[in-house]
């Protein structure tokens, strides 16, 4: 979520768009702080100070992204484009309902890969 927002945002907007309580976006933040993944700004209040991910946090969340890509493209690999674009047609409508409640989805796993062959 840091890094979707540019590398910065505020515990308030993590708490909002996570939809999680201020004291669990604080612990969270607290062992991520302690990991070296992410520096906390200056200010008064704490729900205000920006958080900024580190160039280790970034690395890792790289990491961690590519894995994850790698293991939904070997799921994926075993289907045939026919059956992808089936799968789609099933899943735009889900898709639709949660992006009215919940506002668009992010698209920053694309790979650019092409997709198998039916």
């Known amino acids: 979520m840091i890094v979707r927002a540019g590398g910065r945002c505020t515990p308030t907007a993590l708490a909002q768009a996570l939809r999680l309580t201020s004291g669990t976006v604080s612990t969270r933040l607290n062992r991520l702080l ?6 906390l700004g200056t200010g008064t209040d704490g729900r205000s100070r920006p ?21 939904e493209r070997q799921i994926f690999d075993e289907l045939t484009g026919d059956e992808i674009d089936t799968l789609n047609d099933l899943l735009r409508p ?5 992006e009215a409640t919940l506002g668009t989805a992010p698209r920053h796993d694309l790979t650019g890969h092409p997709r198998p062959e039916s």
């Open 34 to 39: 302690q990991a070296g993944l992410i520096t």
């Open 51 to 71: 958080v900024s991910v580190t160039s280790d946090g970034f690395a890792r969340w790289r990491r961690a992204t590519a894995r994850r890509t790698r293991s």
């Open 94 to 98: 889900l898709l639709h309902r949660y």
